[in-house]
């Protein structure tokens, strides 16, 4: 494959996002998650939806005037619906990694009446890194602006940012989500040493924190309808509250979602707090939808070229 041209639309932040594009099963339950672990449950709802981390913020941003470069790998299988769907949604499947002889990932997701998730993930096909490195060689990175390296397994994403942080200017975002828990120490270090910053829930944060030393990293956590918090080294702790929503659906994907506007935001020069605020109203439309790919995002600037707003947009009102 020749490499690919990434600045084909003027004016547009191209944004490079590493990870797993799945199916999801989404499914309710009136059961209480709590602390303890729930071993059985009956599920009230059940469906499945267009998913995967990285499938989930290239989606998002597709929509918030960037271009999305999903690097991501698919078992060849069960992929054509899912590769349609991203193309159908001004996607690039350039880069999509296709294994012969498997299927693609998927993911069980429940929720319970106050919102916690329960994620069982099956990764699908991994690539060994020499493959995986041999598929970034072929992108052409000049016109990067922003890499987001979305939960992948440890040795892929080591490999991912280490091949974009060759390059100074591009900024790069980790966002470690389910593989949080599965890193040792060191891994934990070497990762956020090629990090610009690094998003996640607080369990996920608190699990990296019990790791490692993340003081003197840039920090941004999210946790459920609680204010999103952002902590900067030598700066005191900034919080944002979250947008009330009237019909909430589904939290799946939220997270991806708000990722992606931070990515979007930062990606055309806005300051952090405006980005995380884009970030907040992402995550706001996604769960006003069930599925994390099935919410509509109109972005604008003003007439003087100032940050990007957003107008949320239901897909079936």
């Known amino acids: 494959?020749?490499?690919?041209?990434?600045?084909?639309?003027?004016?547009?932040?191209?944004?490079?996002?590493?990870?797993?594009?799945?199916?999801?099963?989404?499914?309710?339950?009136?059961?209480?998650f709590g602390e303890t672990p729930v071993l059985n449950c009956k599920l009230n709802t059940l469906s499945e939806a267009f998913g995967g981390c990285a499938g989930n913020i290239a989606y998002s941003l597709a929509q918030l005037a960037c271009q999305p470069l999903l690097l991501s790998c698919s078992g060849q299988q069960d992929q054509s619906r899912y590769l349609e769907h991203l193309r159908g949604a001004g996607i690039t499947t350039d880069f999509n990694l296709s294994?012969?002889?498997?299927?693609?990932?998927?993911?069980?997701?429940?929720?319970?009446?106050?919102?916690?998730?329960?994620?069982?993930?099956?990764?699908g096909p991994v690539?060994?890194?020499?493959?995986?490195?041999?598929?970034l060689n072929q992108l052409d990175k000049q016109h990067v602006s922003v890499f987001v390296q979305a939960p992948y397994p440890t040795?892929?994403?080591?490999?991912?940012?280490?091949?974009?942080?060759?390059?100074?200017?591009?900024?790069?975002?980790?966002?470690?989500?389910?593989?949080?828990?599965?890193?040792?120490?060191q891994e934990v270090e070497i990762l956020l040493s090629m990090t610009d910053w690094l998003i996640g829930n607080s369990h996920e944060i608190n699990i990296l924190r019990n790791r490692s030393d993340l003081n003197n990293h840039n920090i941004i956590t999210t946790n459920g309808d609680q204010p999103v918090r952002m902590?900067?080294?030598?700066?005191?702790?900034a919080t944002f509250p979250v947008m009330p929503v009237a019909r909430q659906l589904d939290p799946t994907g939220c997270g991806d979602a708000l990722t992606a506007g931070i990515a979007s935001a930062l990606a055309n020069k806005a300051a952090i707090n405006s980005a995380i605020e884009l970030g907040i109203a992402c995550a706001a439309a996604c769960l006003g939808?069930?599925?994390?790919?099935?919410?509509?995002?109109?972005?604008?600037?003003?007439?003087?070229?100032?940050?990007?707003?957003?107008?949320?947009?239901?897909?079936?009102p």
């Open 155 to 185: 040795e892929l994403m080591m490999c991912a940012l280490q091949y974009f942080s060759r390059r100074a200017s591009i900024l790069k975002i980790w966002a470690p989500g389910q593989y949080a828990d599965q890193l040792a120490p």
């Open 289 to 316: 939808e069930e599925g994390a790919q099935y919410h509509r995002l109109n972005a604008e600037r003003d007439d003087q070229g100032g940050p990007l707003r957003l107008i949320p947009e239901r897909k079936n």
């Open 127 to 135: 690539p060994t890194v020499e493959r995986w490195q041999a598929h």
């Open 1 to 32: 494959m020749d490499p690919i041209t990434t600045n084909k639309v003027t004016g547009t932040q191209v944004i490079a996002v590493a990870g797993a594009i799945a199916y999801d099963l989404i499914a309710t339950t009136d059961t209480y």
């Open 99 to 123: 294994i012969s002889g498997a299927a693609c990932a998927r993911a069980s997701v429940i929720t319970d009446p106050q919102g916690q998730q329960f994620t069982a993930f099956y990764p």
């Open 231 to 237: 902590d900067q080294p030598g700066q005191p702790p």
